[in-house]
C-alpha cells in the first residue's frame, strides 16, 4: 500500500503547493452602473486579475482615495481629475498626484426632465420653480447650478435628490417641478412610466447661455441625446455633460494598465449599453486626456498608431 508520497531529485515540487495568488485591481465605482458593466466585463476578460469593487459616491472620492493608495483604478470627471493632478493653480509648483489617466470618455450628458403641466418650456421658465437636482456635490448637482446660474435662473427651491425613486415620486405627485439626472443612472421607472404614460418630457438645454458657460467651463460640452431613445421622444435633445476619464493610480502595473486600456475597446460596446449617449468611444480622442496618461496608456495607443 502507498502511504505516502516519495520525491526524488532537487526540482521535483509538492502537487499540492498552492498557486500563486492573483494580483488585486481594487476599482471605484462611482458613477454605477456605467462603472460596474465595466468592471463585470473586465473580470469576464482578465480572469486572471482579481478585481475587487469598493463603492463610491463621487468622482471626488474615487482620485482622494486613488491619492490615498486605497484604489487603483475608477472613472472620474475631468474638471475634477485636473484640479486633483495640478491643484489649484497649474503653475506654481510641479505636480505630485497619485492619479494618471487611462483614457478620455464621452461627456456624462445631463438629462433634465420636466413635470406635464408645469408650463416649462424652456431653461428660462424654472423660475421659481422648485428644481432637484441630484445628490448634493454629485456631478449633476454642480453641473446644474452652472445651468441654472447661466440662465439667470433663480427657482423658488433647489432640493438635493437622495435617490431615484424621490426623483420619480416628486414628479408624479408634484412636489417637484423639474429634475436633473444622469443620463446614465436614468431609472426605468422614469423611461417606461413618466415618458411612456406623458407625465414629464425632456427639456432642452441650449443657447447662448450654454456658449457663455462652456466659454467659463472649458471641461463642459454639447451632447446630444438621440432620438427614439425614450418613449415618445421623436426629435434629438441637446443638453450639456462634462468629459470623464477613467483614472488610475501612477505606479500601478504598466503591463496591467496595458491590458485593461487594450481591452477597454474591446468591451466598451456591451458596457455602453447602460447609456444611449455612450455607445461609441473615439479611438482618435481617448488619449487627448487633460492630464497626463500613465505609461501603460501610452503604450498602449503609440503601438495603436503605429500599427495603422
Known sequence: MI????????????RAEPSPAK???????????????????????LPDIDIEEHPGASSGQVLSRIEAGTLDFGIALADDAYRAY???????????????AMSLLQPLPTYLLVRAGSGIQRVADLKGKVVALGPQNSSV??????????????PLKV????????????????????????????????????LREGGAYLLPIEGPPVDQLRRESPFVRVVMIPRDIYPGQDKIVPTVGIDMLIVCRRDLD????????????????????VEATMRFLNLEEAPATPIPLHPGATRYFRERELSR
Request: proline share 7%; with cysteine; charged share 25%.
Open 254 to 273: 504598466e503591463k496591467l494598465v496595458y491590458r485593461l486600456t487594450e481591452q477597454l475597446f474591446t468591451v466598451f460596446p456591451r458596457v455602453a449599453r
Open 3 to 14: 502511504t505516502g508520497f516519495t520525491c526524488w531529485g532537487a526540482g521535483c515540487r509538492n
Open 141 to 154: 448637482w454642480k453641473l446644474g447650478m452652472l445651468v441654472l446660474k447661466a440662465f439667470k435662473v433663480d
Open 159 to 194: 432640493i438635493a435628490l437622495s435617490s431615484r425613486d424621490v426623483a420619480v415620486k416628486g414628479l408624479r405627485d408634484g412636489t417637484f417641478d423639474a429634475i436633473m439626472l444622469p443620463g446614465y443612472v436614468y431609472p426605468e421607472e422614469l423611461t417606461e412610466s413618466l
Open 86 to 100: 495640478f491643484g489649484d493653480s497649474p503653475d506654481a509648483t510641479p505636480p505630485h498626484s497619485a492619479v494618471r
Open 23 to 45: 494580483p488585486v485591481l481594487n476599482v471605484g465605482t462611482a458613477f454605477a452602473p456605467f462603472s460596474t458593466r465595466l468592471t463585470e466585463e473586465y473580470r469576464r476578460t
